[in-house]
């Protein structure tokens, strides 16, 4: 015999919990695959010409250095591009405030807060804006949205204060939804 308590409770289990706040934050980078190979096709092209006058000059180990110089440039590429895979997940729910950061080769860390024991804390440059953003709680600091510039680093910050101060009032009833 059932009280109707099973269907309850899962009913309950079912309900997920709403985001307040959730934000994805990636390195910038101004130059992308198209722009990188017009980038690298003009400097072969620029470098292979003017290797090649030194050749017909006779310094032909010049013509070498000019391929090395290609191949250190495209080498400096991949490593920033390899370094964008970085990234940062923050959520805000009524009941938790999480932290995922993973680092350009996978390696995950993860931090989970109360949101009503979080203090956001910044460090401010007079002449450069937010230059650091922390999450303290109970003795742990991390410092997160380090891929962002000064700007966006104050509207995230305004973001982020408005969702804690939401998750610190708590969730709200709707009948309609």
């Not at 190979?37 to 006779?58: D, E, P």
């Not at 370094?83 to 931090?111: P, Y």
């Amino acid at each position: 015999m059932s009280t109707g308590n099973e269907i309850e409770r899962k009913d309950f289990e079912d309900q997920r919990e709403v985001q307040i706040f959730s934000a994805l934050l990636t390195p910038h980078r101004s130059l992308n695959r198209t722009g990188f190979l017009a980038v690298m096709l003009f400097l072969s092209v620029v470098s292979f010409v003017t290797g090649l006058a030194f050749l017909m000059m006779g310094a032909w180990p010049v013509f070498g250095f000019f391929g090395l110089d290609v191949l250190v440039v495209w080498w400096a590429f991949k490593v920033n591009f390899r370094s964008a895979r970085a990234r940062e997940e923050i959520t805000v729910t009524t009941s938790e405030l999480r932290v995922r950061r993973i680092s350009h080769r996978g390696q995950v860390a993860e931090w989970t807060f109360n949101p009503l024991w979080v203090r956001l804390d910044m460090e401010v440059d007079e002449d450069f804006g937010i230059e650091h953003l922390y999450l303290i709680s109970r003795g742990h600091q991390i410092q997160i949205a380090r891929f962002l510039g000064p700007e966006e680093k104050a509207s995230f910050y305004n973001g982020l204060v408005e969702a804690l101060n939401a998750a610190k009032r708590g969730p709200t009833y709707n009948p309609i939804s």
